[in-house]
């Protein structure tokens, strides 16, 4: 209210600073989500593509290892290729945000739906590593069979294909801070 | 910047209007937070008391189902217990912003705390979903037998114990959504 000609400047200042600090933000975000979009994506292709290798690799014709014997690895599989493509598409908001860093409808819609995503694929991570340790260490009280012993390569794969999922999960986590900096800065 | 006593009144008219709202969000958000508290604590002790009971019900003495045989029964009954203790510390954060409905900073730290108790709870909630599944319906490929068969109620509270940890699940969800309308009103 009392505005003078320095003041106004200085204002003026702050307000770029503050979007070059915004479009920073906007972008590491955008990094960020092709990174998580390459790791889900090695995950559910490294999960799914598991049931074609093993037979051939251990000999066992009859008793097959496949992904999609589990509901939980087709769970996996599932929900890894929908975060995958969600991220894929979320990058056009992302560019936008680098574009126009004063755009905070399309943020939030953006967090909201980072946020559910992020639960699915927490939640697909964790059902399909609670298979993964009952598959590598069994359950003497339950009666089950550590079938890794068997299954080696099958176990190596799908223990392997958890590490992208779970990377991805901290990346949203990472990208859902910065998402709520950047509005905060506003 | 050409403000008249007209134009001030209606604007201080909107302001407390907006207050009104964001008054209403924040006390839905305190009851929500109440049921999903009730909600993870009757889970936890749902899922961890079922290893004092089927002793005796089932008469197995020797093949004894508890909880703490699975690992991922204990995450789940840890995950639980932490988001109901969340719950109940976040309830003060609440309170605060029912008072002062302008609070900007503690509710983006409240997001973001509940963005990652979200996680962890949908992700131990799967976890123990895909045991409870196994349980039940065994799997062929893998020679596991389902337990059910011999442990009728231990599954029955295990499976129950679940519903308690979804719906707090969403209820998270519907709580992050508030906030964000709550600041997207500011």
Redesign the interface.
Known sequence: MKGGSIELGEVSKNASKRKGVKRGLSIMDFILRIIGGVATLSSAVAMATTNERLPFATNFVQ????YD????FVFFVMANSLVCGYLALSLILSILHIVRSTA??SR?LL??LD??M???L??????????V???HYG?T?????P?CQQYNSFCERISGSLIGSYIA?ALF?II??LS?VA??RN
């Open positions: 008793f097959r290892a496949e014997d589990l509901p939980s905070v409808k939030i967090i909201i946020t559910v992020m639960g699915l927490a939640a697909a991570a964790s059902a399909a590593a609670s298979i340790y009952i598959a359950n009280q339950a009666n089950w069979f079938i999960v986590v859902i801070l709520h509005i905060s």
